[in-house]
């Protein structure tokens, strides 16, 4: 009886797809005796169904790329998401050229696709039930180079999130930004670059040195402090991992890569349960290379809230973790003086 019910299924499915193909002949060569029937659209296109089939591969074993020339398996993760431009292109293309086989082969990416990426478009999630607390919490490299240091802080403020992670805090623009955020964020922590603003008082401020051992120069990325907020106390950190590069040699990540290493050991070692982690890391929750924070710490549940660069956002590298608690309702915020995007996020526990 199942056999049965398949085959009538498949028969539907091949009548339908051929006469769809029927309804508009294709042009042959003159030299050939190509069928323009309806079996012929299962035929052409093989060499687009080829493509879907690769295409799928590298979305559900982008893993099995190699890293070890050029870092290549780093820079498709870096860029993944975007692989769905090429599943619609191929869509296109196999409706111009009238290919069932290329049509149902497209089945396999979308799948993929849709598995990796289709719960981050999806409406963010309801509040958590009776019981459970959050944060909103927002990060956002303000650029070394921001003109506007006091629009900036007031743009961060105007969101109103309990805490704000910065990243590029440079000495002449550093003031600007306390003065501005002090009246309604009482507490905040610097180290080095980085800085935490928080409605919440803070203790245990610590440099965390996440300094790649390549660079000799004076160089503080990294901080821990402990907010205790009315429901417990988190471990918040702040860090900004080196930048990658292509370059004609591949991706260079191998700097981020030791520091995404040495923040992640600390956070291993972290005795508080809860965890937040914010950041620009300088590089997606796909990329390998922040395997070592990813594969302890949750990520956001929805929103792709592509943050860099800020005239064409094309990939998410300001990020948003915790341990011990869930990271919803994802959003970017609108540009300022930055060439980030601000990022924004709940941080949910109970």
């Known amino acids: 009886m199942v056999k049965k019910v398949g085959s009538g299924v498949t028969s539907a499915v091949k009548t339908a797809v051929s006469r769809w193909a029927r309804r508009r002949p294709v042009r042959r060569d003159p030299g050939t005796q190509e069928d323009t029937q309806g079996r012929s659209a299962w035929v052409r ?79 963010a999630a309801e509040p958590g039930p009776h019981g459970t607390h959050g944060l909103a919490v927002l990060q956002h490299n303000v650029s070394d180079e921001n003109t506007d240091p006091a629009g900036t802080a007031r743009a961060l403020a105007d969101a109103r999130p309990d805490l704000i992670a910065m990243e590029e805090l440079v000495p002449g623009a550093l003031p600007v930004y306390e003065k501005t955020l002090a009246p309604r964020y009482p507490y ?81 070692a972290e005795k508080l349960k809860s965890v937040i982690v914010l950041g620009d890391l ?21 929103g792709l809230a592509f943050t860099f660069p800020t005239a064409f956002p094309l990939a998410r590298i300001d990020q948003v973790m915790a341990r011990s608690a869930t990271v919803s309702h994802l959003r970017t915020l609108p540009a300022t003086g930055s060439d980030h995007l601000p990022i924004g996020a709940q941080v949910t526990w109970g």
């Open 45 to 123: 296109g093989r060499v687009l169904a080829t493509l879907a089939v690769l295409t799928a591969g590298l979305l559900a074993f982008h893993r099995a790329v190699p890293n070890s020339v050029g870092h290549l398996g780093s820079l498709l993760e870096a860029f993944l998401p975007w692989l769905g431009l090429v599943v619609v292109a191929l869509f296109v293309l196999a409706l111009l050229r009238r290919s069932a086989i290329a049509l149902v082969a497209l089945l396999l990416p979308v799948a993929a696709w849709t598995y990796l990426f289709g719960g981050l478009i999806m409406p």
């Open 188 to 268: 905040h922590a610097i180290r080095g670059t980085v800085g935490l603003w928080s409605k919440h008082p803070l203790t245990g401020v610590r440099l965390v040195d996440i300094k790649p051992s390549g660079i000799v120069e004076e160089w503080s990325r990294g901080l821990r402090a402990e907010v205790h907020t009315p429901h417990g106390e988190i471990a918040a950190y702040v860090a900004h991992l080196p930048s990658v590069r292509l370059r004609p040699s591949g991706f260079a990540s191998s700097w981020r890569d030791e520091s995404a290493r040495l923040l992640a050991k600390t956070v291993t």
């Open 282 to 302: 300088n590089g997606t929750v796909d990329d390998r290379g922040l395997a070592p924070l990813t594969s302890q710490l949750n990520v956001a549940e929805g």
